[in-house]
């Protein structure tokens, strides 16, 4: 008996499984539908952000331009059907308008809130309005999200070598400048006085290595200097004659209970500018700037870039003047006026001062031995 029933329970127990898949399984079982009864809806979708870039720091026509659209909806990633890219001028402004278009149907794959990252490269039509001077990138919604201003020209690049006389390192030679265009020029912004004490400390030798018959006071000045301490300033009495040394360096001994009086000394910190200044075409601009080892009596190599515009080409600069550019060295930046007319007084100014300015000698001179 016990064996039939071991022989009976398998065959039942698969018995009951098929009964029980049997009653779940019906037709058209499956993933359920994306629409129902399989209904089909083109649209739009829409996108949050998007931004316009070159590679450069002045697009040109003729540049390649970038448009990338971020945080896109298409309600699927399989309902993204296409991305136009519709473009309009509207007076001086290229207006591009992406539109994202979507196709949803009973074959598409569910995964709601897609939001891919899509770039899209493109080249402006050559025969663009010439009044034409700034893309935009806009939503559906009409909201600008980018822009980037279109200019018509060419990128000269050119290396410059100035010589530098050693008269730049003398502060009561300036304002002072090389000569012609490109130059250097080197003024005086302004001069803070300083007051440092100092009093005497007696120093004696330990060993002497020859006698004098005659010594002189010879006061040993630090090379920096506190306007918060007094600085001792040892005093040694060394041989007259600059041939013969009476003490070791390392043999003298320094009495701190012999101090002299607190003295007096007057220092003066002079703050000075130097500007790379150029005539450059009207509205043309510094595209790129380098120079190499800045040092008196030699010549220093400058290597710059130069965005030179268009005949009708609109827009302007940003330089320091209309045809004239003047690059600080001490900033490595562009002196140029603000947007409510700042700096405008020092640019005049500065203009006035390389005019004036003494020119310093532009040639090295070398020493030449006439042959016999």
């Known amino acids: 008996m016990k064996r039939k029933f071991a022989a009976f329970f398998p065959v039942y127990l698969l018995s009951l499984l098929i009964a029980f898949f049997a009653s779940c399984s ?15 809806i083109k649209g739009e ?16 026509l003729s540049d390649t331009l970038y448009v990338t659209l971020s945080k896109i909806w298409s309600f699927s990633n399989c309902a993204l059907s296409s991305i136009g890219l519709y473009k309009s001028i509207e007076d001086t402004v290229y207006v591009i308008a ?19 990252d899509t770039t899209f490269k493109m080249i402006l039509d050559q025969d663009i309005s010439k009044k034409v001077s700034k893309i935009v990138v806009k939503n559906e919604v009409d909201s600008l999200l980018d822009s980037i201003k279109l200019r018509r020209g060419k990128l000269v690049l050119d290396t410059f070598r100035i010589f530098l006389d050693s008269s730049f390192a003398v502060h009561d030679s300036l304002p002072l400048r090389t000569k012609e265009s490109p130059s250097l020029l080197r003024v005086l912004d302004s001069l803070t006085p300083r007051k440092f004490y100092w009093r005497t400390l007696r120093a ?40 013969s040394v009476y003490c070791l360096n390392t043999k003298w001994e ?24 150029e005539n450059i075409p009207s509205c043309a601009l510094l595209n790129g ?15 710059r870039e130069l965005f030179v515009p268009d005949d009708d080409e609109l827009s302007c600069g940003p330089s320091t ?33 390389w005019k004036s300015a003494t020119v310093a000698p532009d040639t090295l001179v070398a020493d030449t031995t006439e042959s016999k």
């Open 98 to 116: 992406p539109e994202i278009s979507i196709d949803v149907n009973a074959d598409d794959c569910p995964a709601p809130v897609y939001r891919p």
């Open 204 to 243: 004696n030798c330990a060993m002497r290595v020859d006698m004098c018959e005659d010594v002189v006071a010879d006061t040993i000045y630090p090379t920096s200097w506190s306007e918060n301490d007094t600085a001792l300033v040892p005093v040694r009495y060394a041989c007259a004659s600059a041939d």
């Open 45 to 60: 979708g829409y996108f949050w952000e998007a931004s316009l870039d070159s590679g450069k720091t002045i697009h040109l």
């Open 254 to 277: 320094y009495d701190s209970t012999a101090l002299g009086k607190v003295n007096e000394r007057m220092d003066t910190v002079w703050h000075t500018s130097t500007y790379y200044i």
């Open 321 to 353: 003047k209309k045809d004239w550019v003047a690059y600080r060295l001490e900033s490595n930046k562009v002196l140029t006026e603000g947007n409510k007319g700042e700096n405008k007084t020092l640019i005049d100014s500065l203009y006035s001062v």
């Open 289 to 303: 700037f380098l120079y190499g080892g800045f040092t008196y009596k030699s010549k220093v190599t400058f290597l």
């Open 26 to 40: 019906q037709d058209g079982d499956g993933p359920l539908g994306v629409m129902p009864s399989g209904t089909s």
